[in-house]
């Protein structure tokens, strides 16, 4: 989270682009997610927490616990970057730049995207049935490369119009801290929706389970 705030930051600091905002914050996710993924998932963000919740590829009773780290590290690494890098918060803040309904499609468009590939990507039984040979830090890996491919691409598509947030937790943080909450409904509430329609999309859309489909037969 720090390193995706750090990086908006850095931009409005010495008036760089979005690309540097979007490599580091996607090389950061694939980080992650192969470090910690096998350990919590690396959900990073509210929106794939509760998406994942809907479609149950985890408990409900996990969801509090999961969404209230999530906002405590965004919300603990807004402030950390504030001391740091003060009068410059406001660059980690993400607020449109184009009317409140573009920027509410942006939003939705792009954790759409991201939330199918995160459910798609996270459907590693499957991968590992179909590929007998691979083994699961190689899971991890692919994981890692394809979500933070997303990301970056996602940066690049959103960023200047609406900051390409997908996360709740990571708008509530520098918004917070900077006491800036211009638009913040859009970071609220656009992620979730579009995650949400992303996982139901994918579960909708996937091959049927091999095994399944030879005992129908």
């Not at 192969?34 to 690396?42: K, V």
């Not at 990073?44 to 479609?55: C, E, G, H, K």
């Not at 985890?58 to 969404?67: A, D, G, S, T």
């Not at 990507?121 to 083994?135: K, L």
């Amino acid at each position: 989270m720090s390193a995706a705030i750090g990086a908006a930051i850095e931009k409005e600091k010495s008036q760089g682009s979005v690309v540097g905002c979007a490599v580091i914050s996607g090389v950061t996710v694939m980080i992650i997610i192969c470090s910690i993924g096998h350990i919590s998932g690396a959900h990073l963000n509210p929106a794939v927490t509760i998406s994942f919740a809907v479609i149950k590829h985890m408990p409900w009773k996990n969801v509090p616990v999961y969404i209230g780290a999530q906002v405590l590290a965004s919300v603990s690494a807004a402030f950390a970057l504030k001391l740091i890098f003060h009068p410059f918060m406001s660059g980690g803040v993400t607020v449109p730049s184009v009317g409140y309904g573009q920027a509410f499609a942006a939003e939705f468009m792009v954790s759409f995207t991201l939330m199918f590939v995160v459910t798609a990507v996270a459907d590693g039984t499957r991968v590992v049935r179909e590929f007998p040979g691979i083994i699961m830090v190689q899971v991890r890996l692919f994981a890692g490369i394809v979500v933070g491919a997303t990301v970056m691409i996602n940066i690049l598509m959103a960023g200047a119009a609406t900051g390409s947030s997908m996360n709740p937790a990571r708008t509530l943080g520098p918004a917070i801290a900077a006491h800036n909450y211009k638009g913040i409904w859009i970071y609220l509430t656009a992620p979730i929706l579009g995650s949400l329609c992303g996982a139901g999309a994918y579960t909708v859309l996937k091959l049927p389970d091999r095994n399944t489909t030879m005992q129908e037969e």
